[in-house]
């Protein structure tokens, strides 16, 4: 059992779901504590020196209510520490980020087609913009920006996500490939024309606008399409990217967990570990060991289904885990 007076080496625990990663993902069912843990972990991280940003990708965000306060889509400091590190959040606004998206996804589409069909291209980019895959591609998109900024030099040390429940996360990871597949296909198709174009030089020449016009088409799709590639690169590096998931052991969490697992795994992803939250003590009155024992029989279940990554079992807390007080107390509650 751990307590407050060892809470260093508990508070190492949390960070080790990140060690030497990048990016870490925190996923896993609704309400099972993705949002409380990613938290946490990110206060470990900031204060053992190291420069995070927490990032919500959940459009019900709720990291601005753990934290009390209101969070933007651009980042807030909440907390700097002696270490040196720094605390930083952002919840992704998924309205912000799909007028973004179109705006640029527009700009494209509008050059590919002839002035006098520019209005209908409007209103599809309207129709478009309530679409739900356009939310998740937006999402994503801001996402692999984010992942970008680590390279800048006043960057961040590690980008933490807390993600939607796991369903959302599922289709969120499959996607770069998908977005790869639709970019490339558009490229062929631009390809396919231009040679068509080639061919029509000779019996009239081709426009220098034109040939401009096709350049910058085509620099568009090809940035977005090296974006997701790096995207689903960084995604299937174990080194650089930590898939952590989170899960009560309960019988539906445990379903969904090994389900789960096994879809990142056909997707090349890894998990780094199993977040195993709300624990019952066994020692503190019967009811509570009754719910240990039946939680023992889950854990043995999404063991035999899932023995690799390491678990880390934290404890059911007694207290609301509320702003900064309350996640600095989350190590205490890590089980050995
Ligand atoms: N170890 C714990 N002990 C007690 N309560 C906890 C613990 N971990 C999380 N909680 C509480 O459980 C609730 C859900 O936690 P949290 O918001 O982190 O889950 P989530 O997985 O992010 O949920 P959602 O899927 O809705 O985003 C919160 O009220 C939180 O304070
Ligand atoms: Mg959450």
């Known amino acids: 059992m751990t307590t407050a007076n060892n809470a260093a080496p508990a508070a190492e625990a949390l960070r080790g779901l990140a060690a030497g990663a990048r990016v870490v993902f925190f996923s896993g069912k609704g309400g099972v504590g993705k949002t409380t843990t990613a938290a946490a972990t990110a206060v470990a991280l900031a204060d053992a020196g190291e420069r995070v940003l927490l990032v919500s990708t959940d459009p019900a965000h709720n990291l601005g209510h753990l934290f009390e306060r209101r969070l933007k889509d651009t980042p807030s400091t909440l907390a700097t520490t002696a270490a040196g590190g720094r ?10 980020a799909t007028a973004g998206h179109l705006k640029e996804v527009g700009a494209t589409i509008r050059a590919m087609m002839p002035e006098h069909l520019h209005r209908e291209v409007d209103k599809y980019l309207r129709l478009a913009a309530d679409a739900p895959g356009t939310h998740e591609a937006s999402v994503l998109e801001r996402i692999a920006e984010l992942t970008e900024e680590l390279t800048d030099t006043d960057g961040y040390d590690v980008v933490v996500f807390d993600t939607a429940p796991s369903g959302h996360t599922a289709r969120l990871m499959a996607l770069p490939d998908l977005m790869t597949a639709w970019t490339d296909g558009l490229l062929r198709r631009r390809e396919a024309s231009e040679r068509f174009g080639e061919a029509v030089v000779g019996l009239g020449g081709k426009r220098q606008a034109e040939d401009n016009r096709d350049a910058r088409i085509r620099s568009v799709l090809t940035r977005r399409r090296d974006r997701f590639a790096r995207l689903r690169g960084l995604l299937a590096d174990r080194d650089r990217c930590a898939f952590v998931l989170v899960l009560a052991a309960e019988r539906l969490p445990v379903a969904e967990t090994i389900e789960f697992h096994e879809q990142l795994r056909a997707q090349g992803i890894g998990v780094r570990a199993l977040v195993i939250n709300k624990r019952s003590p ?11 024992k039946a939680e023992e029989r889950y854990v043995a279940e999404l063991r035999q289904a899932v023995p690799d990554p390491p678990v880390l079992n934290i404890r059911l807390a007694p207290d609301e885990l509320r702003g900064l007080d309350g996640l600095w107390s989350l190590p205490d509650l890590v089980e050995n």
């Open 87 to 96: 605390l930083d959040a952002l919840e992704i606004d998924p309205a912000a």
């Open 282 to 292: 066994g020692d503190a009155g019967e009811f509570l060991a009754r719910r240990r």
